[in-house]
């Protein structure tokens, strides 16, 4: 099995998130808390547009890592984004009918899931899937 980032990123021009709580009032690594579609899920709709994770506490905003495990497997994913409480990490997505996704929330490669004092989220495996028959391709 071959892990690769398939979005991480750090934007310059948005400022640092301050750090409003003490070293002790969280301690251990970033969770995730909700997965939309959920864990595990099955009759996803294909249509729809966008994934997110919700953490555990507010996280920085300026680091992510939707890693895939293998390419058949991968939803096309685009450029994520943060809610206002920097807690919830949004991905645009395209999916298809009938097919088996997973995604990692970092990965032991790929920790850019942080909080603001740097600890890394715990790694998770994400898998769903799409309702419908899969589309067959031409010749098949």
Same mark, same amino acid.
């Given at each position: 099995?071959?892990?690769?980032? +398939?979005?991480?990123?750090?934007?310059? =021009?948005?400022?640092?998130?301050? !750090? =409003?709580?003490?070293?002790?009032?969280?301690?251990?690594?970033?969770?995730?808390?909700?997965?939309?579609?959920?864990?595990?899920?099955? &009759?996803?709709?294909?249509?729809?547009?966008?994934?997110? %994770?919700?953490?555990?506490?507010?996280?920085?905003? &300026?680091?992510?890592?939707?890693? /895939? &495990? &293998?390419?058949?497997?991968?939803?096309? /994913?685009?450029?994520? =984004?943060?809610?206002?409480?920097?807690?919830?990490?949004?991905?645009? !997505?395209?999916?298809?009918?009938?097919?088996?996704? %997973?995604?990692? +929330?970092?990965?032991?490669?790929?920790?850019?899931?942080?909080?603001?004092?740097?600890?890394?989220?715990?790694? %998770?495996?994400? =898998?769903?899937?799409?309702?419908?028959?899969?589309?067959?391709?031409?010749?098949?």
């Amino acid at each position: 099995m071959v892990l690769l980032a +398939i979005t991480c990123g750090r934007d310059a =021009s948005t400022p640092p998130l301050p !750090v =409003s709580e003490s070293p002790g009032t969280q301690s251990g690594a970033p969770r995730v808390v909700a997965f939309d579609p959920p864990l595990g899920a099955t &009759e996803v709709d294909p249509l729809r547009t966008t994934l997110a %994770v919700t953490f555990d506490r507010v996280m920085d905003r &300026e680091g992510w890592a939707w890693v /895939i &495990e &293998e390419k058949s497997t991968a939803p096309d /994913i685009g450029e994520s =984004s943060w809610d206002a409480a920097v807690r919830t990490n949004s991905v645009p !997505v395209r999916l298809e009918p009938g097919k088996s996704y %997973v995604v990692w +929330i970092n990965s032991p490669q790929y920790s850019y899931f942080k909080d603001p004092l740097g600890r890394a989220a715990t790694p %998770v495996r994400w =898998s769903f899937a799409t309702r419908g028959t899969a589309q067959r391709s031409p010749g098949s």
